[in-house]
Nanobody, 120 residues
Framework: QVQLVESGGGLVQPGASLRLSCVAS????????MSWYRQVPGKQRELVAA?????????RDVAKGRFTISRDNANDKNTIFLEMTSLKPEDTAVYYC????????????WGQGTQVTVSA
């Protein structure tokens, strides 16, 4: 089993920055790509950014130029971060951490989510 715990959400004004964290613990050798998704009520959960265990990152268009994903594989935990800058009201969502399996067909994991609200 892998446990994912997110933190760092909150209420910020437009144009502000925020840093989300997700700590993966447990059988972390079972996971490879870790990602950030977000979801607003009534809409599907959407991928924001992803990063492999080797540090290769990718972004959806909504995140390019404003968000940066990074990863720290030190010790017995994998931690990913999402540095968000120039936040807009449309970035308001619950942000979820996801960990994909290293072996195809394996188990994927989700965190509990952290609320980000961008409002004046």
């Amino acid at each position: 089993q892998v446990q994912l715990v997110e933190s760092g959400g909150g209420l910020v004004q437009p144009g502000a920055s925020l840093r989300l964290s997700c700590v993966a613990s447990g059988r972390i050798l079972m996971i490879n790509v870790m990602s950030w998704y977000r979801q607003v009520p009534g809409k599907q959960r959407e991928l924001v950014a992803a990063i492999t265990s080797g540090g290769t990152s990718s972004y959806r268009d909504v995140a390019k130029g404003r968000f940066t994903i990074s990863r720290d594989n030190a010790n017995d935990k994998n931690t990913i971060f999402l540095e968000m800058t120039s936040l807009k009201p449309e970035d308001t969502a619950v942000y979820y951490c996801h960990a994909g399996p290293r072996i195809p067909g394996g188990t994927a994991y989700w965190g509990q989510g952290t609320q980000v609200t961008v409002s004046a």
